[in-house]
């Protein structure tokens, strides 16, 4: 899709459809001259007694002669109720109406408000991303041939004469933060069948290769997984015919200021093990490696980004499958850090794996702040809904970086208590610690065990199994794999 930035009056663009919004408030100003299009909207307006609630839309044909096809007017509702999800979704909406209309061709006009509320730079790049991603479509394996379908091939952006350069800087940002999340999508939409640990491997080899030396990459094998005494990465991936991959990506600038881990869940498809799902549970499993994808998608524009830290991706990919050779209830497992565990549910993997990993960063690469993304429990899905995420953590600055960057992508996401009172849950009578916890509290007692592998090292964990994957057909992103995660943590990286 190709931006281009015009700081013209929008009736002057040829598009056939010019994109405008308004807030319920803001509404009798778009009535007035000199707005252009002022006398055909007032008459749809009243006539349809259109009022700018969010999300609401008017959609008006123009006449022959104008340079624009049609005019898509989208409501904001309350300005003081605004924020980057709701211009996502906003945008969204829009794209909705311009691929309906078969729009190939289209203006959207960027609004001062949205500059002066989040600046010029992140507000551009919020448009940019929201409709690459609005945009999205996985059709690979359907046999019309997407090329019948009519895409948004040029989106023009209006906006007034001011900080053209910062627009032009979130114009380059978003398309690079929609690209990385596009391909972490596709990466989860993509069937089990194909996204195994070895192709996640190789895809972590094609990113390394193509990032001309920049980044490195090293996949660790079975046996040299069980040399670094990865046990419990092991354990899980013990029941698979697919063999498990150890994948270490990194990326170092000069003097970097510190080095930051990014961990993902990459459990290529979940069926619980012995302790099976049933189907109905184990149908979107392939989800599982969501975290991992995340990692994979940031790797992949990094070296397109300016960024000051050194960053290293680590991702421990296998399946998690019932067979003879599967890890039992009763098991107990020694993870790399010496700690033991007893595992009472095969369902409960992530933590199994994450432990090794965790214990990884903090030994062998003394890592001086570990993020980690994974789809890890159903519990945080009751508790905080499909769209939201859990966030755990063990330093407070920490906590409230991440907390700001997310304000700033739209991904949503809650702070949830690292509750020590709940650690005896996960205490073993016959281990150091056990895989699940009590009836109650699965999410916290889930990031309570990760916690017991990351010492004292600035540690975040972001239960993403609700927003990683959605069921329905949204205006922002259609059924299937979000990406959700991959732009917080650029947004993170790229700050400061
Ligand atoms: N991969 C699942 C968590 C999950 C559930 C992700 C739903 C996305 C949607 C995880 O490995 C799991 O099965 N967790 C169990 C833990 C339980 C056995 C303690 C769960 O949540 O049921
Ligand atoms: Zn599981
Ligand atoms: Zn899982």
């Given amino acids: 899709m190709k931006f281009t930035l015009k700081p013209t009056d929008i009736t002057e663009i040829e598009s056939d459809a010019v994109v405008f919004f308004s807030f319920d408030a803001s509404l009798p100003n778009l009535l007035k001259d000199p707005f252009p299009y002022a006398k055909i909207l007032k008459r749809a307006i009243e006539k349809e007694s259109f009022k700018a609630e969010f999300g609401k839309k008017l959609i008006i044909s123009t006449p022959a002669e104008s340079s624009a096809y049609k005019l898509i007017l989208i409501g904001l509702g309350k300005e003081e109720e605004f924020n980057i999800y709701k211009l996502q979704e906003a945008v969204g909406h829009a794209i909705r109406e311009c691929r309906q209309i078969k729009a190939r061709k289209i203006t959207i006009s960027i609004m001062d408000i949205w500059m002066k509320k989040f600046g010029a730079e992140t507000a551009a790049q919020t448009v940019v991303e929201a409709v690459e991603l609005s945009s999205y479509q996985f059709q690979k394996y359907q046999s019309i041939s997407s090329s019948e379908a009519v895409k948004i091939e ?15 800087e979130g114009i380059r940002i978003g398309q690079i933060f929609a690209q990385a999340t596009i391909f972490a999508r596709d990466l989860v939409n993509d069937p089990p069948q194909l996204t195994t640990p070895a192709y996640l491997a190789k895809i972590a080899e094609e990113i390394a290769k193509s990032s001309k030396d920049e980044i490195k990459v090293k996949i660790f094998d079975q046996e040299e997984i069980a040399k670094l005494g990865m046990n419990a990465f092991l354990g899980v991936a013990q029941g698979s015919n697919e063999l498990p991959k150890f994948i270490k990506l990194s990326y170092k600038p000069r003097n970097p200021k510190k080095k930051i881990i990014l961990a993902g869940k990459g459990i290529t498809f979940d069926t619980g093990g012995l302790s099976l799902k049933d189907a109905k549970n184990m149908e979107t499993m392939k989800l599982d490696m969501a975290g991992a994808a995340a990692v994979l998608g940031v790797f992949q524009v990094l070296s397109k980004l300016k960024i000051n830290y050194e960053v290293v991706g680590l991702i421990a990919a296998c399946e998690n499958m019932p067979s003879g050779k599967a890890l039992k209830p009763g098991d107990i497992l020694r993870a790399l850090n010496g700690k033991t565990i007893e595992v009472l549910n095969t ?116 239960d993403i199994a609700g927003p990683s994957f959605t069921e329905k057909n949204t205006p922002h992103c259609p059924t299937g794999g979000t990406g959700y995660g991959t732009r917080l943590l650029l947004r993170f990286l790229t700050t400061s």
Avoid at 154 to 168: D, K, T, W
Avoid at 420 to 425: A, N, P, R, T, V
Avoid at 428 to 447: E, R
Wanted: net charge negative.
């Fill in 154 to 168: 040029e989106v023009i952006l209006s906006v007034s004469a001011a900080r053209l350069s910062s627009v032009e």
């Fill in 347 to 462: 369902d409960a993997e992530g933590r199994l794996t994450l432990a090794d990993v965790l214990s990884y960063g903090v030994e062998k690469e003394k890592a001086d702040v570990i993020i980690d993304l994974a789809t890890l429990t159903g519990a945080c899905v009751v508790a905080l809904g499909e769209e939201i995420a859990g966030l755990w953590g063990n330093d407070e600055k920490l906590l409230n970086e991440i907390e700001d960057c997310a304000k700033l992508t739209g991904e949503k996401l809650w702070r949830m208590p690292l509750e020590s009172g709940y650690k005896d849950l996960i205490k073993s009578h016959i281990a150091d610690v056990k895989n699940i916890g009590g009836k109650w509290g699965g999410a916290i007692t889930a990031s309570l065990f990760l916690h017991e592998f990351v010492g004292k090292t600035p540690w975040i964990h972001l």
